[in-house]
């Protein structure tokens, strides 16, 4: 794939997030979005604290790895091989896989939350991995490395941490829009 038109993709993916947060979520009263859909299924400030946590983690790492890869001299390649862990990770986070997956302790959101505060940070990350995504493009997606979040050791190629990163906020922002519909409409069943 050329890499210039997988970052054009994630910006895009991760501008309509931004955009439904933006556009949508912050006009609605706070206490909408901490409501659960049904016991055991997360709102949808939930949802977002989810990926906080996320962002939490990836984010410095893709800048650090970013920052140290200009430092060293990195240059763009005109093309992104993924890895096969790579294209699994980001297969399996695919908001149409139908793998079930637990999330890691640390990552699962509290029962309640600043939905606003949860919101503002979504919103703050997702305008900060636009940038990344931007400044990832004076650097070769397949050298610079990000060891990934459940096991440091395994390290992934950027244009894959990105994707698999961009997949797994994708499938969890529906998630959101599914929590929120079931709200709005109480007689809709919904799925996590």
Not at 71 to 88: C, H, I, N
Not at 146 to 171: C, E, M, N, V
């Amino acid at each position: 794939m050329q890499a210039n038109t997988l970052l054009d993709t994630l910006y895009q993916q991760t501008e309509a997030m931004l955009d439904k947060a933006v556009q949508e979520w912050q006009n609605m009263p706070p206490q909408k979005l901490n409501v659960e859909p049904a016991s055991g299924r997360w709102s949808v400030a939930q949802c977002l604290a989810h990926l906080n946590a996320y962002g939490n983690y990836y984010l410095p790492a893709i800048e650090k790895a970013i920052q140290e890869a200009k430092q060293a001299g990195s240059t763009p390649a005109t093309e992104f091989r993924s890895s096969w862990l790579g294209a699994y990770f980001t297969k399996l986070m695919q908001p149409d896989s139908k793998t079930k997956m637990k999330s890691p302790a640390n990552a699962i959101p509290p029962t309640f939350l600043n939905p606003a505060e949860t919101l503002a940070q979504f919103i703050d990350q997702q305008e900060r991995m636009l940038k990344l995504i931007e400044a990832a493009r004076a650097v070769n997606l397949n050298q610079v490395r990000i060891p990934i979040s459940i096991a440091q050791w395994i390290r992934l190629k950027l244009g894959d941490t990105f994707g698999f990163y961009t997949a797994h906020h994708r499938r969890h922002v529906l998630q959101a829009e599914r929590a929120l519909e079931a709200v709005s409409n109480p007689t809709m069943s919904v799925v996590k």
